[in-house]
């Protein structure tokens, strides 16, 4: 069962991972100057930013538990 439930995470990751999306270090150079979309580009990164950021948490919070209950 954990074998499924680290695959589906590992499915997640991949679907929400946009290598194209990086955190820019000039968002408006970024947007072509449209302060409008600078922002909306800012905010969808930091929506994969943080979907990304708590499914490799779980990912790890579980492969631990898994781990240790098989030394067990």
Same mark, same amino acid.
């Given at each position: 069962?954990?074998?499924? /439930?680290? @695959? *589906?995470?590992?499915?997640?990751?991949?679907? *929400?991972? +946009?290598?194209?999306?990086?955190?820019?270090? %000039?968002?408006?150079d970024?947007? #072509?100057? %449209?302060? +409008?979309? @600078? *922002?909306?580009?800012?905010?969808? *990164?930091? !929506?994969?930013? #943080?979907?990304?950021?708590?499914?490799? !948490? /779980? !990912?790890?919070?579980?492969? !631990?538990?898994a +781990?240790?209950?098989?030394?067990?």
């Amino acid at each position: 069962m954990t074998e499924k /439930v680290l @695959a *589906y995470i590992d499915e997640l990751i991949d679907r *929400y991972d +946009d290598p194209e999306m990086t955190e820019s270090e %000039n968002p408006m150079d970024d947007s #072509g100057g %449209n302060f +409008d979309d @600078a *922002y909306y580009m800012g905010i969808e *990164y930091g !929506k994969m930013h #943080g979907r990304l950021d708590a499914l490799r !948490k /779980v !990912k790890e919070f579980i492969q !631990k538990e898994a +781990d240790a209950l098989s030394q067990q």
